[in-house]
């Protein structure tokens, strides 16, 4: 199936039948609403909320949103609700982790313990799907939220994840651009050399299913005429589909920017996990919420 609009992805999401959540700190009006619109869609049957359950109620109450088929777990404290919820999907419970009103690296940590975690094999992290008025495809965005300072290793493990989101989404061998401030390898410039580094191992095959290339400014990789202009050829250049930042400072303000600024579509949750996470920031609105849910069944 090739997914290339969240509304395609959330039939998808439809067709893979209901899940069910587990979301921490879950007294939060808007994940309170993505959840209510999530179950009317039909992509999600309910499941558990740990946090402050009188808060909880009373905001359900005020947004007139049923809780009916969740359990509420009464716990104020919000490193044991991130346990909580951990526990919950490592034991099968849940399908799906949702954050709410806590902060994301008070509930990684508790994803990424080696004892009472979700780790796999794999390096865990977070890929974001934008839909972007003027832009006919979707665009794929890695790392913004997990890895602060990825080495070349965790670079080819982020663009592994990516990579694997988008060939679910139906794109067969999807363009990868490796982002740096210019197509110039510069000493000075770190990401610029690590670029390189990935793309020769790309070719040499550490990459399955994709086309890579970089380093590679954002307006080359975007814009066919920049990358026209710049003299760049590439198969990438112009037409990228995913875009690999340098580190997860220049991830979360791109993607801050393009929801902003561009007034951006987006969805994403983390990848690499038992279970997918959905780590929204606390100021996302529920239509992000709902469609990073829809993401996460149709990958779950």
Same mark, same amino acid.
């Given at each position: 199936m090739f997914i290339n609009d969240f509304t395609t992805m959330l039939e998808a999401a439809r067709n893979k039948g209901p899940k069910r959540v587990a979301v921490a700190a879950a007294h939060d009006p808007?994940?309170?609403? #993505?959840? *209510?619109?999530?179950?009317?869609? +039909?992509?999600?049957?309910a499941g558990y909320l740990v946090g402050d359950a009188r808060l909880t109620e009373a905001l359900a109450k005020r947004e007139g949103l049923s809780l009916d088929g969740f359990e509420l777990i009464d716990e104020i404290k919000t490193s044991k609700a991130a346990r909580r919820v951990v526990l919950l999907a490592r034991e099968g419970k849940a399908d799906i982790v949702v954050k709410g009103q806590l902060k994301t690296?008070?509930?990684? #940590?508790? *994803? !990424?313990?080696?004892?009472?975690?979700?780790?796999?094999?794999?390096?865990?992290?977070?890929?974001?799907?934008?839909?972007?008025? +003027?832009?006919?495809? !979707?665009i794929y965005i890695s790392d913004s939220g997990v890895v602060p300072y990825p080495d070349v290793y965790q670079k080819l493990e982020i663009i592994r994840n990516a990579v694997e989101v988008a060939h679910r989404f139906g794109l067969?061998?999807?363009k990868v651009a490796i982002l740096a401030a210019t197509e110039a390898v510069h000493p000075k410039i770190p990401a610029s050399i690590d670029a390189l580094a990935l793309a020769k191992m790309a070719e040499q095959g550490w990459v399955e299913g994709a086309i890579v290339d970089g380093p590679m400014a954002l307006d080359t990789a975007i814009s066919e005429h920049s990358a026209r202009v710049k003299g760049?050829? #590439?198969?990438? &250049? +112009?037409?990228? =589909?995913?875009?690999?930042?340098?580190?997860?400072? *220049?991830?979360?303000?791109m993607a801050k920017g393009i929801q902003y600024f561009a007034h951006a579509r987006m969805a994403g949750h983390v990848m690499g996990a038992k279970v997918p996470i959905l780590i929204n920031s606390r100021? =996302?609105?529920?239509?992000?919420?709902?469609? #990073? !849910? &829809?993401?996460a069944v149709y990958l779950a």
């Open positions: 808007e994940v309170l609403r #993505s959840l *209510a619109e999530a179950r009317e869609a +039909g992509i999600i049957e690296a008070e509930l990684l #940590s508790t *994803a !990424l313990n080696r004892e009472i975690g979700l780790r796999e094999r794999r390096l865990m992290t977070h890929v974001g799907i934008f839909e972007i008025p +003027g832009i006919e495809r !979707l067969k061998e999807p760049i050829k #590439s198969p990438v &250049a +112009g037409r990228a =589909d995913i875009l690999i930042v340098p580190n997860v400072e *220049a991830g979360n303000i100021a =996302d609105t529920a239509e992000t919420r709902f469609l #990073s !849910l &829809a993401m």
